[in-house]
């Protein structure tokens, strides 16, 4: 009884872990989207000059 529960927990988490990271690729893509589309907006509005769009 004792190694189906194993089996089972151990599954439990698997699915958990991969519905994570599959969450955790969809806002890593939106977080680069909105990080490329700032950078390519900034550096139109520029007028010809350069300029960033961050602080460091």
Do not use: D, Q
């Not at 009884?1 to 890593?28: C, D, E, N, T, Y």
């Amino acid at each position: 009884m004792v190694p189906i529960l194993l089996v089972l927990l151990l599954a439990l988490i698997l699915f958990g872990a991969g519905f994570a990271l599959k969450a955790l690729w969809w806002i890593a893509i939106a977080v680069l989207v909105i990080w490329l589309l700032g950078f390519l907006l900034r550096s139109t509005a520029a007028g010809g000059r350069r300029a960033r769009w961050y602080r460091w």
